[in-house]
Antibody
């Protein structure tokens, strides 16, 4: 079955660190563009970060310098290392795959995980 | 950063009616716009990519149009399962951004 499964969400104090994992099955993360997208409670969607097949990475300004996206091809897993967490980082974090057709990547997300909740609070 | 403004915020319609949702970009984004549907407690689902291309498995009642700064998602005849929140998202430049969403609710 083709799917993404996130894990690692938790209640964490402001200033703390957390690492989220996104395990893929049915396809290889190494051959795909993979992103993290978050959604604060009752709010809209916010793109967070992306990792390209050539290891290129981009970040939203709101997380730049604090979050790091990475990939372990042997585990077929994408990670999001989150440092210096703030209350405004509280959200469900989704892992998502960019749609690819004929080797063209569209950066529209055709596969999503179920999400993992991160709560930043003292 | 490109700002996407969706309107209306809420659309109250009955099953069988036509829904027209708008997404306006703060600068030109060619056709680099996607539409998603999200139901409560679920992840978003890709409906349309590059303004007018239906994603795999999306029914033909969903259609997208537009280019430049003004885009439209049309649901030709609402089915009960179509009542949800819809988001647009651009891929023109960094950062990728989403619109604030339009909720399509049952009238």
């Amino acid at each position: 079955e083709v799917q993404l499964v996130e894990s690692g969400g938790n209640l964490i104090q402001p200033g703390g660190s957390l690492r989220l994992s996104c395990a893929a099955s049915g396809f290889s993360v190494s051959n795909n563009y993979m992103s993290w997208v978050r959604q604060a409670p009752g709010r809209g969607l916010e793109w967070v970060s992306i990792i390209y097949t050539d290891d290129g990475r981009y970040y939203a300004d709101s997380v730049k310098g604090r979050f790091t996206i990475s990939r372990d091809n042997s585990r077929n897993t994408v990670y999001l290392q989150m440092n210096s967490l703030r209350a405004e980082d509280t959200a469900v974090y989704y892992c998502a795959r960019s749609y690819c057709k004929s080797n063209i990547y569209y950066n529209a997300f055709d596969m999503w995980g179920q999400g993992t909740m991160v709560t930043v609070s003292s | 950063e490109i700002v996407l403004t969706q309107s209306p915020a809420t659309l109250s319609l009955s099953p069988g009616e036509r829904a027209t949702l708008s997404c306006r970009a703060s600068q030109r984004i060619s056709s680099y716009l996607a539409w998603y549907q999200q139901k409560p407690g679920q992840a978003p689902r890709l409906l349309i990519y590059d303004a007018s291309n239906r994603a795999t498995g999306i029914p033909a009642r969903f259609s997208g149009s537009g280019s430049g700064t003004d885009f439209t998602l049309t649901i030709s005849s609402l089915e009960p399962e179509d009542f949800a929140v819809y988001y647009c998202q651009h891929r023109n430049s960094w950062p990728l951004t989403f619109g604030g969403g339009t909720k399509v609710e049952i009238k």
